[in-house]
């Protein structure tokens, strides 16, 4: 499951990555065609990595969000479970110390 996370967090890095070339690319055509400025182009560029940049961190957010609630409704069980081996453990700690108790000599031997 880790693997499978890892995987789409760098599929989404690596489409930033093209997204940003390619946006790059588009603004760097538009400059040579003399249909945007140096600047403007400059300006569209931070833009849209400033506007990346915060769509990647909040889409973490969310991913992280969501495995957080996914592994606690994984763990919820497991605290009534361990609960509940420990009162059988204590139990057959009991029966085995009565059990000594009452017979020392054969279960030495």
């Given amino acids: ?8 967090m760098l599929a989404g890095v ?3 990555a093209i997204s940003t070339e390619k946006a790059e690319k588009a603004l760097n055509e538009l400059v040579e065609k003399g249909k945007l400025s140096a600047t403007d182009a400059k300006d ?6 400033d506007d990346g940049k915060k769509e990647f961190e909040e889409a973490s957010k ?10 606690k409704k994984l763990g919820r069980g497991q605290a009534e479970r361990i609960e509940s081996l420990e009162t059988k453990v204590s139990d057959l700690e009991s029966r085995l110390a009565e ?6 000599a054969e279960v030495a031997e």
């Fill in 1 to 8: 499951m880790i693997d499978a996370i890892k995987k789409l």
């Fill in 14 to 16: 690596g489409a930033a």
């Fill in 44 to 49: 569209a560029a931070k833009k849209l990595a």
């Fill in 62 to 71: 969310s991913l992280e969000d969501r495995l957080d609630s996914m592994l």
């Fill in 99 to 104: 059990l000594e108790s009452k017979q020392p």
